[in-house]
């Protein structure tokens, strides 16, 4: 069983930066896969990016490439969503998600855990 608790949303405006964090509950993070997702208001959650094992690959969705980047650390139990130059469409519930297997996946249906989530608003 895993438990993932997400924290640093917020407002921010429009060309600024957040970094959420995920923190995981135990002792299998370092072999599991984790992701990114997102849910705005009246839409389907969607893929952000996702990261490896290891942490040496990474995978992001078209919309948030070159601005976002996940990283992790195993010996924390915690993986990161470093966002930049953010715009007013990246507002969203964020969602931190872990596999069960080692490799990354940009498959909602793919991921076992899920955290409550944390809202992110970039306004204009």
């Known amino acids: 069983q895993v438990q993932l608790v997400e924290s640093g949303g917020g407002l921010v405006q429009a060309g600024g930066s957040l970094r959420l964090s995920c923190a995981a509950s135990g002792r299998t993070f370092s072999s599991r896969a984790m992701g990114w997702f997102r849910q705005a208001p009246g839409k389907e959650r969607e893929f952000v990016g996702s990261?490896?094992?290891?942490?040496?690959?990474?995978y992001y969705a078209d919309s948030v490439k070159d601005r976002f980047t996940i990283s992790r650390d195993n010996a924390k139990n915690t993986v990161d969503l470093q966002m930049n130059s953010l715009k007013p469409e990246d507002t969203a519930v964020y969602y931190c998600?872990?596999?069960?297997?080692?490799?990354?996946?940009?498959?909602?249906?793919?991921?076992?855990?899920w955290g409550q989530g944390t809202q992110v608003t970039v306004s204009s």
């Open positions: 998600a872990a596999r069960e297997s080692s490799w990354r996946s940009r498959l909602d249906t793919d991921y076992a855990y």
């Open positions: 990261i490896s094992w290891s942490g040496a690959t990474t």
